[in-house]
């Protein structure tokens, strides 16, 4: 506190001190915020320094600096283009996908609660797994394994039908301008898409 400050007043150089010393951590980002975040449907994944990390790599940006060995991996193809690495975090304040989260609401549906959003998208583990069809087919007794008329679909899901969601995720990160599959098996599904389930 400078001679001119009045008791208990901070000056402008203790206060941008002060703000120096506080640790950051991953509750300050905006994805933690936001709705798309909470809802598993972020274009970028679950962490968006993972984004950054391509368009923005922290080693590009701190030319001459030396690396970074604050963590066990530190050393491994990539590792220094991370902001948030090794406990030094970089809380992103901007995202042109940023939308407001204003909570959920959870209600029983037929065999598993499910998780109602504000934009009204509902996130439940079967509808993911099996789909609607086959979730309230099973209930009723009126079906035995699974509501699609697909060799690779069990009860708990189709693994090739993941592997095809994660080449889209995967493209999306990388730019293309497509969007994400909501369908629970590619049987029947009349879209144009690259990404069948049988090309994988």
Same mark, same amino acid.
């Given at each position: ?43 970028? &994944? ?31 193809? &990539? ?13 992103? !304040? ?36 099996? &789909? ?33 969601? !994660? ?20 049987? &029947? ?12």
């Amino acid at each position: 506190m400078s001679k001119d400050s009045l008791p208990g007043q901070l000056t402008i150089a203790d206060y941008l001190a002060e703000k120096s010393n506080t640790i950051l951590s991953c509750g300050e980002c905006i994805c933690r915020n936001c709705l798309y975040w909470w809802s598993n449907r972020c274009s970028y &994944g679950s962490c968006y320094d993972d984004h950054r990390a391509k368009i923005e790599p922290y080693d590009k940006m701190h030319p001459g600096k030396p690396p970074r060995t604050a963590w066990s991996n530190w050393n491994k193809p &990539g590792e220094q283009a991370h902001w948030c690495r090794g406990g030094m975090l970089h809380p992103v !304040n901007y995202c042109e996908y940023f939308e407001k989260y204003k909570g959920s609401t959870i209600e029983n549906c037929v065999q598993a609660p499910i998780q109602i959003f504000q934009d009204e998208f509902v996130s439940c583990s079967l509808k993911d797994s099996i &789909g609607c069809e086959a979730c309230i087919a099973q209930a009723e007794g009126k079906e035995g394994r699974n509501g699609f008329d697909c060799e690779w679909m069990t009860d708990t899901g189709c693994e090739r039908m993941t592997t095809a969601k !994660n080449l889209i995720i995967q493209a999306i990160q990388e730019g293309e301008d497509i969007e994400m599959c909501r369908e629970q098996c590619c049987k &029947g599904c009349t879209r144009t898409c690259s990404f069948r389930c049988g090309q994988v």
